[in-house]
């Protein structure tokens, strides 16, 4: 990227303005596809706390009820701190990613360890690991963004 010089508003000199370069639009766009999914995750533990899950949240084991308002909360970070890229929001994230990730594969017995009436079926199980996936992708998507200085508001490079 030698001789290549962005602006302090981060678009490339001689393109018309309003014209962002690709250099800012992907890791932005990366930022922004993550924190649409966090946003859902957020909608999720909501949906959840209102007992929209088939059962009455205030019956739910404790440590269910205790993640559900730790993730909403986290995951309102992640979103607000990817959008507007603050560094809040990376470290929610890795916070997030990283825990659901222990939680669901070292931690996966402690989980579902649930009286009767909360158990899923084995099949029912099964989205955990899609959830770990999601988890270990959405990672190295971020460390690709952050290397491509999704968090630079004002890029000047020389």
Known sequence: MAGMQINREGW???KERGTPSMGTV???VILWVIAAFY???AYDH???I???HGYA???????WQMLDIAYLALDIVVVVGFLLRWRIGVIAFFV????????YTALRTWIIDVPVKFARAPEQIGY?????????VSIVLVLVALRLGALKKNVDWE
């Open 12 to 14: 490339e000199p001689g």
């Open 26 to 28: 992907l890791p932005r």
């Open 39 to 41: 946003a859902f995750g």
């Open 46 to 48: 909501v949906a959840s």
């Open 50 to 52: 209102a007992g929209n």
């Open 57 to 63: 949240w205030s019956e739910a084991p404790l440590k």
């Open 96 to 103: 997030v990613a990283v825990s659901q990730i222990v939680l």
């Open 128 to 136: 955990l690991n899609m959830v770990v996936i999601f988890h270990i």
